[in-house]
């Protein structure tokens, strides 16, 4: 049953975003397994149309915050306003407070408003003016972000690219994604078109029968010779943190979960480690120029599946 | 640094020592090749044409022959190969023709050990080692780049995870004798005494500080003066050189010992020529050699290798009461010439009653007139003993022992040149002496009716130092070679004198442990372990117990957590599949894997899958144990 909705969740998405099916289940398993996304590509490749889409189709409450590189935290969180008619301060809520935000070129924006938004994803909350506020439930963010080596970024820190659960990378389309583009309609009119196939209750649901799947120790083994690895090998900087574990574990059910699977595969966290440990991993002083995905290629080449 | 940097560099250390010894033109080639080859890499280019690289190779050949006159021997192979190697950088193309290169590189290592087998020549060579396996190791990833600290670390554990078989081999590896002749020319260039003594022969040799032979006396050593290592004993003289051109006289020694006895083994380095040397007089000989009738010990064969041999000693002793006409005679016997030297000889004949006195009278010259002894005398003309007695007066202990007999024989008395030895540095840190080519030294010995063959040192006259404490004493500072300067500083001596222990060690525990050796050390554990073939099994044995003791304890670590049944039987099930040449990466998951193996055999697909589903839901999935038994018929029913 939930399969199917998450299927045709996919089947929707496709036909606004063309020939990327693996980056818009991942998206979707980062979404189940409560974690935020990360995307992070050239300009013009679909980032901002994923993140809509996946918001109509999940049906939730959308905000976008184009990040720029005057944006300041209270035009994240929200500001006080003085109101003449009650004489008081009254607090008039910024974009961060809804269910999905779309954080435009994360890295455009300077650290501090990073910081401000990177808070709030962690703690679910926003603290302004001394007084702290629930954000609502579900919460989500969808940062995008350019490769690093476009002019005018600030690339965000490895603490905080920590709190994203996952980042994929879009790519380009193949040719024949690329015709259909060029000969289909435009992609903002399907995106109006687009019918919400969940509520939000029924997301809920799904995100907690995700974490049901089951968890072998053969799992667990394989799962801790890899974050293992990483912590010995020299090829890594620094290991992978106790957190990324447990992201692995979280996206690999939630991966297993829309497959219809009722307990996780070493598969499963093959799926998913590029796009969790990708952002994670920094190559050893001695093996300079390797991107985290080379990394993560080569972490799984190199441990063995219990 | 890129592979190929790797590779030209260890390959030049490999080189870098031999260059010394081949011809001049070999360096600049391998130069011009390395380069070459570097800059074919850095502008993307082609390798050059066959023709082109053919031409060069019987260019070089030709070369080599032009040098050598041969192709064959030790000094023409190591040429050829350090030019082929050189060449075959050339045509290096694929993976296969780096590996050749690499292994020519171990191969040019072990060819250094014709020339030197000391401790900084292994430890230069173990360097050169580690840098090929580095390099090795970075050709073994081809499609990335290893840095080199990490690549430097994983040869260096490869090595030292090479040495329990190492050992085992140089334990146990039988040494059965040279398995092919060495080429002849392959011991040239040590030094040592010479069967003949000219003018300036002995003292070219003190130059060296090389050790001729360490000796260890099973008591106390005797005196400096007592100390006189025989060696080749000279009998004929042509007016220049003294040689012993005939055969030495033959027959038993007629000789008596007296007095204290001193028991010592000598480990002689390899000089070339059959000598053993012995202190002034031994009783008995090392077995397999001879000695003639004036105690020159001589081996079977020219001594290439180190040898060790234990005596004993008399320094006092008698020998040879009687003299057979044809010795009397050849005793006697000198050239013409020298006319001034015959006529003090013939004056003292008359004047002075007895051998004796002549003899004293001798020495009494070289004591109380103007006599010099000295490293750089002048040159000496056609009447050489002539020239020195009566005109410079400078001289070594080869002037001095040469116009000594010769005097003596003028005068009518027996006497003949003993080269050898004289003295030797103890070290302090052991209780081993060590007597270098520095310790050269001729003396002189006359025969005396009713006393037999008398040692007299004419040096000892000129210079009571030099027998007394010794070479370095005896010499103005100003003359001293090198080799021979006192060093003053305490620790430097003590350092060189660590370093003669070391290699002394090294000597006798490694490059000495021969043939023999070998069957006395492995004697000892068992005696059936002494012939060779039992070595080899020791030493198959060995190396197989101690590679199956390696797997059984990589073995044992995987499966000390106590290896899961569910995974036992897939593992079963995926050697099946490895034994048609399906094999399972390590990272391979069960599903991949199954996909992949019924792309490639299609006809297993149902019950690949079958197998796959249930090790997945028993092994990831909440335990089914139920089904188990029908997992476990599946796969021993799975026939490939």
């Known amino acids: 049953m939930a399969q199917k909705l998450i299927q045709h969740v996919i089947d929707q998405a496709s036909q606004v975003i063309l020939g990327k099916d693996m980056q818009i289940r991942l998206a979707l398993t980062c979404l189940l397994a409560r974690g935020h996304l990360l995307i992070e590509d050239l300009p013009g490749v679909g980032k901002t149309t994923l993140a809509h889409v996946l918001a109509k189709m999940l049906g939730l409450d959308f905000q976008r915050i184009q990040f720029t590189s005057d944006l300041l935290p209270a035009d994240i969180l929200g500001v006080s306003v003085y109101d003449r008619d009650s004489a008081s301060f009254k607090f008039h809520p910024g974009p961060i407070f809804a269910q999905m935000i779309l954080a435009d070129e994360i890295n455009r924006a300077t650290p501090k408003a990073q910081s401000a938004l990177l808070e709030a994803m962690e703690e679910h909350q926003v603290t302004a003016e001394g007084v702290t506020r629930q954000l609502p439930e579900p919460f989500f963010v969808i940062a995008t972000q350019n490769p690093s080596y476009q002019i005018g970024t600030f690339p965000l820190p490895e603490s905080q690219l920590d709190r994203f659960l996952m980042r994929i990378e879009l790519g380009y389309p193949d040719a024949k994604a690329e015709r259909a583009l060029l000969q289909g309609k435009d992609r903002r009119e399907l995106l109006a078109q687009l019918q919400p196939s969940l509520a939000p209750q029924e997301l809920a649901a799904l995100q907690q029968d995700a974490m049901q799947v089951f968890v072998s120790d053969a799992l667990l083994d394989y799962i801790q010779a890899l974050v293992h690895f990483t912590r010995q090998s020299p090829r890594f900087q620094n290991g992978l943190s106790p957190r990324a574990g447990l992201a692995l574990l979280h996206a690999a059910q939630a991966w297993a979960f829309s497959d219809g699977r009722k307990e996780v595969l070493p598969e499963d966290v093959q799926a998913i480690l590029p796009s969790v440990a990708g952002h994670r991993l920094r190559p050893g002083t001695e093996f300079t120029g390797e991107s985290g995905t080379a990394l993560a290629q080569y972490l799984l080449t190199s441990v063995s599946v219990p | ?640």
């Open chain 2, 1 to 640: 640094m890129t592979n190929l940097v790797w590779l030209l560099l260890s390959l030049a250390l490999a080189t870098a020592p031999h260059l010394g010894r081949l011809p001049l033109w070999v360096g600049p080639i391998c130069l011009v090749m390395g380069l070459w080859r570097l800059g074919i890499m850095r502008s993307n280019g082609t390798l050059p044409r066959k023709w082109l690289l053919i031409l060069i190779a019987f260019a070089a050949i030709a070369g080599i022959f032009a040098h050598y006159h041969t192709l064959l021997g030790r000094d023409a192979g190591v040429a050829l190969l350090v030019v082929m190697i050189a060449l075959k950088l050339m045509e290096m193309k694929t993976l296969r023709d780096t590996m050749v290169v690499i292994f020519l590189s171990y191969f040019l290592v072990i060819t250094h050990f014709f020339y030197s087998q000391s401790i900084p020549t292994a430890l230069y060579l173990l360097l050169v080692v580690l840098l090929t396996t580095a390099t090795m190791i970075g050709y073994s990833y081809p499609q990335e780049r290893f840095p080199s600290r990490p690549r430097l670390r994983l040869a260096g554990t490869m090595l030292l995870q090479a040495i329990p078989l190492m050992l085992v081999l140089f334990v146990f590896f039988p040494r059965v004798g040279p398995l092919w002749g060495l080429p002849k020319d392959a011991y040239s260039g040590t030094t040592g005494l010479s069967d003949s003594m000219s003018p300036g022969a002995i003292s070219q040799l003190i130059r060296s500080d090389a050790v001729a032979f360490r000796v260890r006396f099973d008591d106390t050593p005797p005196d400096n003066s007592q100390r006189y290592w025989r060696g080749p004993v000279l009998w004929d003289y042509d007016g220049r050189t003294w040689s012993t051109q005939r055969k030495p006289p033959s027959g038993k020694a007629q000789f008596l010992p007296l007095g204290q006895s001193f028991s010592y083994t000598i480990t002689l380095e390899p000089h070339n020529q059959r000598w053993l040397f012995a202190l002034d007089l031994p009783a008995e000989f090392p077995p397999g050699s001879s000695a003639s009738a004036d105690f020159q010990i001589l081996a079977l064969r020219p001594l290439h290798q180190r040898i060790r041999y234990s005596l004993t000693s008399y320094p006092a002793y008698r020998l040879g009461d009687n003299l057979s006409d044809e010795t009397w005679e050849r005793a006697l016997h000198l050239p013409d010439g020298n006319p001034r030297t015959m006529q003090l000889a013939a004056q003292w004949r008359t004047s002075l009653d007895s051998p004796r006195t002549i003899a004293l009278q001798a020495l009494k010259m070289f004591r109380e007139e103007k006599f010099f002894y000295t490293l750089n005398p002048p040159l000496l003309g056609e009447q050489a003993v002539d020239d020195f007695l009566f005109g410079s007066r400078r001289g070594f202990c080869e002037h001095y022992a040469s116009s000594f007999v010769f005097l003596m024989r003028a005068a009518g008395i027996p006497a003949r040149v003993v080269t050898g030895y004289q003295g030797g540095d103890p070290n302090p840190m052991s209780d081993y002496m060590i007597v270098r080519q520095s310790d050269a030294h001729a003396w002189a010995e006359i025969w005396l009716d009713g006393e037999g063959w008398v040692r007299i040192d004419p040096t000892a006259a000129v210079s009571p130092s030099r027998i007394e404490s010794g070479i370095a004493s005896a010499l103005p500072a100003a003359e001293l070679p090198p080799a021979l300067v006192q060093l003053d500083a305490e620790w430097l001596m003590r350092m060189r004198l660590s370093w003669d222990l070391f290699n002394n060690n090294w000597n006798q525990w490694v490059l000495g442990y021969d043939q023999e050796r070998q069957k006395r050390f492995l004697s000892g554990f068992h005696h059936g372990l002494g012939s060779w073939q039992n070595m080899s099994i020791a030493m198959i044995g060995s190396i197989t117990m101690l590679l199956s003791g390696i797997a059984i304890w990589m073995f044992w670590r995987t499966s000390r957590q106590g290896i899961d049944p569910v995974l036992a039987i897939y593992l079963r099930f995926c050697t099946k599949l490895a034994s048609k040449g399906i094999v399972r990466a390590p990272g391979e998951g069960p599903v991949d894997f199954a996909v992949r193996a019924s792309r490639f055999r299609p006809d297993l697909a149902r019950q690949i899958s079958l197998i796959t589903r249930l090790y997945v839901s028993l092994r990831y999935g909440q335990r089914h144990s139920a089904r188990l038994p029908r997992f476990r018929k599946a796969v021993q029913h799975f026939k490939t």
